[in-house]
Every structure is written in C-alpha cells, then in structure tokens.
C-alpha cells in the first residue's frame, strides 16, 4: 500500500468538496443578511459552513503538497482505500454546518455534544449514500442552507463524488480504474471511451442533463426553485431526503409525484443507457436484459399493488394500530390518520398513482413518500421489504443489491437444478447472448451471500437497540440497501432521531457498506492490504 497515494487523493477530495460548501455558505448569508457583519460571522450555520470549507480547503492543501510524491503511484489496493477513507472523511467536514446548527438548537448544546456529533454524522452519511434516513424532527423547522446541504449531499453521492474527481482531475494520477470500480454501483463498470475520464465526464453530463430538466417539470408543477432543486437532487440520486415534513405528499399536486416517479424510474436506469438513447440508440436499452428485467419488476408491483389497495383498501384499524411506533398516537389521532390514509386509495386512479410513486420510491431506492404504507395490508408490506433487496440496475444511482445480481442469481440456481437432474449436462448461465464467466459468477454469488449476511447481523444488533423485531430488521434492510425509511419505528412517518447512539453507528456503517458494495469497505480492513 503506497500511503502518499492514498493521502494524496483525499487531499484533492477534501479541496473538491470545499468548493461544493460555498453553495451552502451562500445560501447562509442570504438567508442572515439582516445581521451584522459580526453576528453574521458567528450565526450558527454561517459559522459552520465558513469553519467546513476552511479545513476542508486548508487539511486539503496541506495534504496535497504532503504527499506530492504519491500523485502518480496507482494500485488496486490504493483505489480501494481511496474510496473508503474518502467518504469518512467527506461526511466528517460535511457534517461540520449540521453540527453547529444542532448545538446553536440544544440549550445544553456543548454538554451533548457526542450525540449531535453522531446525529449530525448520521445525517451527512445518510445523505452522501444516498440512504435518505433522517434524524431531523421538523423539517420544516431546518435552515435552508442545512436543507440544501443535504440536497447536495445526495446530489455528489448519486454518482459519486470519486467519479466527480476523475472528472475535474483527469491527470490525479493516483485513482485509476479501481476508483472508478470501488464506487460505480454494480458488478459491471462499462466504459464508453478508452480514456476513464471520458467516461465519467459522460455518466455525470448526462446526470446533469436529467436533473436540469426534472427541476424546470417541477417548477412547472409549482414548486419553487429551492425545492425544485432539492428534490430533484434527491431523486437522481435516489436519496429521498425532502424539505418537508409530510415529504412529497406535502405539495398535494399529481403533476409534481408523476415527474417525481417518472425520474426515479429513470434514475433506476444504467447511465450509460441513458447516454445511448439521448444519441438515438434506443436498440441497446431494448436488448439490454437488466432493463428488461427491471421493467418488469416495476411493472408487475404496480399492478399488484394497486388492485390490493383498490380492492382491500388498507389493513384494519386495530392491526395497523398494533404496529410498533416509536411515539405512538392516541386513539383519535390514529383514526384520523387511518382516516386520511384510507381517503388516498379510494378510487382506481387514486390507488394507481399512489402504488406508482411508492412502489417506484422503494424500487429505486428513492425513499419518498406520499402514503404511510405500514397501513396497507401485510402482503404489500412483505413485498416493499422484498423489493429493498432487488434495487436499481448497475450503473444507476440506485442501492440494493442490483437488478443484475437478482437476475443472475436466479439464472445460477436454475442452471444447478438442471444439472442435478441431468448429471451429464454442460449448461452455461447466460445473460442474453453473453455467457458468464466462472470469475464472475463467484463474484456475485459472494456479493449476495455477504449482503444478505451482513442483513442478518445488523438485525441482530440492531435488536440490542430496538424493542421491535420489524423495526430491527427494516432497520437494517433500508440502510444497507440504501433506502430511508422502513417499517414500524422507522416508516414512512417516523424517524431515527430515537435510535440510540451505538445504534446509529452500526447503521452508519451499514449505509456505507451498501453504497460501496461492501467488496471496497471489507478489503481496506484486512491488515494485509496495508503492508508494503
């Protein structure tokens, strides 16, 4: 391991993410401009902002001209630290603003300060993995420029801010294509061009491009142009963090949740595909069998979801009421909200677009929500927690385990049931026309096998934390799947503000593995890779 590398790389990263923050200081300012120039300098989030963009710029610096000798060293095990270190240190500044903004909030700010650290490192994690899950109460009640902060942390983390550096510094030296690999989500890292950086720079035009044109539909839909933003950051990145309390459900406008599923789909999608169709290659998105397959499964939850909902409604008010909440309501608040969930589905269109905008939010990994689905029947319920497993296709901004994986998955166990009743059969598994390789299908076997593992012990621990077995167990699902919210104390109205601090680093953690595909967090922990 060439550690001048790997410093040298986080120094560059910390400079980047410098200049990302001046958005956020900005809106700071705006919004204080009423103060002194003194009072300004100290307001909580103005002060947290300038003290994040000053270390990150000055540690960054000092970094770089550190390790200078380690720009042009490259390796596998190099690439991989990168990205691990990286995103620790990333949310580590960016957590900085949220910091001081839940101390300036707390009147015995200072003495709690490990729990706001901890909360305010949750959130930034949550957000740069694109998870999605809050510990923030009243949203309503955040600054805007913590808001935007969230936003755009989502924003870097959908595709990623590595991928971003490739971008901007094509000559680093130190990043190579395992960067490239540790953070594009998926088993397959398609390059468009010879040259990695081209290939970013088209994932993140065609980013780009998507997110200008979802936030003018939305503010055709009557959004403001913050909120347009910010939720379209949200959804291209299939974060899910929204500048409302009730989330998309607050701005009562289909317009606004047909854009807003719409673009999850899209963002679900391979970018690369994205990039074929913008030149009119429509031909590779309809042979492609991950799209296919992805389709498919969209389509099929929707129908079944909303001819349960329109057929059974939801579930009944004393089952529903039996669900773990974390504050539970009394009687005739829980009618009311029963009362108002049930009002969402009663007609067939009603049902439609409500099954659409959640069934697509849990599929992609998005996270939003416009009903409170721990109301709808059990069987719905079973399915939204299946679906967090299967995630968006590689190549997408989307968690979970990958529509690829699923698929392959299926192939190889049905590939093993035909050989045991014909011993003699030479069957290769196949995706489309390509066969695949031994090497890769113990890739995905492996990944699997680790994620589904790494679900159970997460339950498990999380079960030292949380008196609900659902709880526990959605906990787990919706972090390392990178989805948000879950059910019971963690579902669509509630959130993780409760959870106790050892909890909320074991989900950390968890949220980290799963936007890294957790190969590139497990390999830098093995001591051999740090050995010379």
């Known amino acids: 391991m060439h550690k001048a590398a790997v410093g040298y790389a986080i120094g560059k990263l910390l400079q980047i993410m410098g200049l990302f923050l001046i958005a956020g200081l900005g809106i700071a300012v705006y919004d204080n401009f009423h103060l002194s120039l003194r009072e300004l300098i100290v307001q909580a989030e103005v002060f947290g902002f300038w003290l994040a963009i000053l270390l990150s710029e000055l540690i960054g610096t000092q970094m770089v001209v550190a390790f200078k000798s380690g720009r042009y060293l490259q390796g596998v095990k190099e690439g991989y630290a990168i990205v691990t270190i ?61 808001l935007f902060l969230r936003a755009l942390t989502h924003w870097l983390g959908g595709m990623g801010i590595i991928t971003l550096a490739i971008v901007v510094f094509p000559a680093m030296g130190v990043f190579g294509y395992q960067m490239f690999r540790g953070e594009v989500p998926g088993p397959t890292k398609e390059r468009l061009y010879p040259r990695l950086a081209q290939t970013a720079s088209v994932l993140w035009g065609v980013y780009l491009l998507l997110s200008v044109a979802e936030t003018i539909l939305l503010m055709i839909g009557g959004m403001n142009l913050f909120d347009s933003v910010c939720h379209t950051f949200a959804t291209m990145a299939t974060g899910g963090f929204s500048t409302k309390n009730a989330s998309v459900a607050a701005f009562q406008s289909d317009f606004i949740e047909w854009v807003i599923t719409v673009f999850m789909f899209f963002a679900g999608i391979n970018f690369l595909l994205h990039f074929r169709a913008l030149r009119g290659d429509f031909i590779s998105m309809y042979r492609n069998r991950e799209f296919g397959f992805y389709a498919a499964v969209v389509v099929i939850t929707i129908v079944v979801t909303t001819c349960v909902l329109y057929i059974n409604g939801p579930t009944t008010i004393d089952h529903a009421m039996e669900s773990y909440r974390h504050k539970p309501m009394s009687f005739d608040e829980f009618a009311g909200h029963y009362a108002a969930e049930s009002s969402k589905v009663e007609t067939l269109y009603d049902s439609f677009r409500v099954a659409s905008f959640q069934a697509m939010s849990i599929i992609s990994t998005t996270g939003f929500a416009t009903a409170d689905f721990d109301l709808w029947p059990d069987f719905i319920r079973f399915s939204l927690v299946l679906l967090m497993f299967f995630g968006g296709c590689a190549g997408s901004t989307g968690g979970g385990m990958k529509m690829i994986r699923v698929m392959m998955i299926g192939k190889i166990a049905f590939n093993e049931l035909r050989k045991l009743t014909q011993p003699r059969l030479v069957s290769l598994v196949k995706v489309g026309d390509e066969a695949v390789d031994d090497r890769r299908i113990i890739n995905v076997v492996s990944f699997v096998a680790l994620f589904v593992g790494l679900f159970v012990v997460t339950a498990g621990l999380m079960l030292l934390f949380v008196p609900d077995l659902t709880t526990a167990v959605a906990c787990s699902i919706a972090t390392i799947g990178n989805i948000g919210p879950g059910l019971g104390g963690i579902g669509a109205i509630e959130n993780y503000a409760w959870i106790p601090l050892p909890g909320k680093w074991i989900l950390v953690f968890s949220m980290l593995l799963g936007r890294l595909e957790i190969f590139t967090v497990l390999i830098i922990l093995r001591p051999s890779v740090w050995r010379k």
Request: proline share 5%; with cysteine; net charge negative.
């Open 86 to 146: 990286g995103w620790f240190s990333l949310t580590l500044i960016g957590c900085i603003p949220l910091l001081s903004h839940l101390i300036s909030s707390d009147p015995q700010g200072w003495s709690n300060f490990f729990r706001h650290f901890t909360d305010a490192y949750f959130e930034i994690m949550s957000g740069f993995t694109t998870t999605g899950a809050t510990i923030l109460t009243d949203i309503e009640a955040t600054p805007r420029s913590i």
